[in-house]
């Protein structure tokens, strides 16, 4: 079950830059991505972002409840317009064409 703090976080995120498509892909918080300042991976959920797949940190979650829509657009921004996010696009979409 998704708690409510993601669902709310995720309402906000749906309202960055003019309004974005958010989908949730998972039916449950999983851990990902544990490293040394984690190691026990970070708690969250898989949501695609405008198509573009991206891991939520339930941390991030709570950040965005706080703040308002300032991490939002950044999560946004970072996922849909920056630069690594439009070539990472290219690329799939490249391979997509060439299989």
């Known amino acids: 079950m998704i708690p409510l703090s993601v669902t709310e976080a995720i309402k906000i995120i749906e309202k960055c830059f003019g ?44 950040h965005i409840l706080e703040s308002g829509s300032t991490i939002a657009e950044w999560i946004v921004y970072e996922t849909v317009f920056s630069e690594e996010a439009i070539n990472t696009k290219r690329l799939n979409n490249l391979h997509t064409l060439l299989d």
Request: glycine share 10%; aromatic share 6%; charged share 30%.
């Open 19 to 62: 309004g974005v498509e958010v989908k949730i892909l998972d039916d449950d918080l999983s851990r990902k991505y544990p490293n040394e300042h984690c190691p026990l991976g970070y708690l969250g959920i898989t949501i695609t972002i405008n198509g573009n797949r991206v891991f939520l940190k339930n941390e991030d979650c709570e």
